[in-house]
């Protein structure tokens, strides 16, 4: 078992020569993902929520040596599409759970497929977000363990765009859960537990007083229910510090208000981080191609852009940018625009950055990038994706390879 480590990584504790040579190896833009702290975070929620059953929701970073790290933890995975669900089986997981967000059918008959002939032993569970979804997944014979994902009415995230807990979207109604339940468990199907999710980036008091209301009516719902449940997953979420200036969540304490919110109960408590294993384990280095005095700021154009890392653009999101630079304390610092490649007003990915006078050709670094970064990478205005590596003490490999500008078109065909 790994030890715990701090509650943070700060984009200042990486080593910057140790980057700079990676830089120099392979080349800009790319993702650097430390396996030794997603390890870290992985035994940091173990020691706080030690009594919970634990799933990281992977669709925050899948690149095989991730998946890979995280299940010889033997925590679960929490995946929300059958790509996922079978990157999971590959990378190890053996304890699976497929949240069926309107699921394609193509979707549902890989995930019946995969329950019915398994590749070895495996605990899947099946989550319903509609009456519907439950239908499709009888008439497809499937006859394994399912749960219900609830729509709580309640929400909670750092953005609109990723509160899910009171979009209609997610989940079945609170109201209805309990007849779809009958339904469930009257026509002979194995009803194991109860889901919700309230939104990602949960950091502030609000958003936390926000989960704890969450989880109290899971419970309550839960303990409405005349049906024995398994679990009750309250979802992910945890936030991190983007900012420099931000505190780190204090684990033990939203662990201990989770078990206090939820009451008492039979039933196992579940939870799904997905940010809050990698998002700190995880670098993005970009080159500065141009540097551009203007009336306003200093426009620093870098080889990265919302292709590369999505959340500025997407989400108005913080991420830290630091230079690489050898001499860095010897320059004079600017007020500074960092900028991409990509023909978009939003293509920024930080405005008003105080950086040691950027000058081409130095490498910057740009801080909680392993979750939500390689795997939102587009290629948009044609731009191949960036290489991956992966980092492991003093290892480092390459985990993806660089896209390239033939692989763009491979699956055009010539007319
Ligand atoms: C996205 C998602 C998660 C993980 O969210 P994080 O903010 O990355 O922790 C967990 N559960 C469900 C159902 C999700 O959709």
């Not at 790994?2 to 833009?29: F, K, N, S, V, Y």
């Amino acid at each position: 078992m790994t030890t715990e480590g701090p509650p943070i990584r700060r984009l200042a504790d990486w080593d910057a020569a140790t980057l700079r040579d990676l830089a120099d190896g392979h080349g800009t833009p790319l993702y650097v993902l430390d396996q030794r702290r997603v390890r870290e975070n992985v035994a940091n929620l173990r020691a706080a929520f030690h009594e919970e059953s634990i799933s990281y929701a992977v669709k925050a970073n899948t690149v095989r040596a991730t998946l890979e790290t995280i299940a010889e933890t033997g925590i679960g995975a929490e995946c929300a599409s059958a790509g996922e669900l079978q990157r999971a089986v590959d990378a190890g997981f053996d304890r699976l759970r497929y949240t069926a967000v309107n699921p394609p059918a193509g979707d549902l008959d890989h995930v019946v497929d995969l329950a019915a002939d398994p590749p070895r032993d495996l605990d899947l569970v099946i989550t319903v977000g509609a009456a519907d979804a439950f239908e499709a997944l009888a008439e497809r014979g499937y006859d394994g363990p399912l749960a219900i994902r609830v729509n709580p009415g309640v929400g909670a995230g750092h953005h609109a765009k990723v509160t899910t807990g009171d979009a209609p979207k997610f989940g079945v109604p609170y109201d209805r859960v309990s007849e779809l339940a009958s339904e469930i468990v009257s026509r002979g199907f194995d009803l194991v537990g109860l889901h919700a999710h309230a939104g990602s980036g949960i950091h502030e008091a609000s958003d936390l007083a926000a989960h704890r209301e969450l989880v109290s009516r899971m419970g309550e719902l839960a303990r409405e229910l005349d049906h024995d449940l398994d679990f009750l997953n309250v979802g992910g979420g945890l936030g991190i510090p983007y900012r420099p200036t931000d505190e780190p969540l204090d684990l033990d304490s939203v662990a201990a208000a989770t078990r206090e919110a939820v009451g008492e109960l039979d039933a196992r408590l579940g939870i799904e981080p997905g940010r809050y294993v990698v998002a700190d384990a995880g670098v993005l280095l970009t080159t500065v191609n141009t540097v551009k005095p203007t009336p306003e700021t200093t426009v620093v154009g870098v080889d990265a852009g919302m292709t590369t890392l999505l959340r500025p653009a997407m989400y108005d999101a913080y991420h830290e940018i630091r230079t690489l630079a050898p001499d860095a304390d010897e320059r004079e610092s600017v007020t500074a625009t960092v900028a991409g490649p990509i023909c978009e007003t939003a293509d920024v990915l930080g405005r008003g950055r105080e950086l040691p006078g950027p000058e081409r050709g130095d490498v910057l670094t740009i801080g909680n990038a392993g979750a939500y970064g390689y795997e939102m990478a587009s290629n948009y205005n044609s731009r191949p994706r960036p290489a991956v590596v992966s980092l492991d003490g003093g290892e480092s490999r390459l985990a993806v390879e660089r896209e390239t500008l033939s692989e763009l078109t491979r699956l055009e065909i010539e007319q």
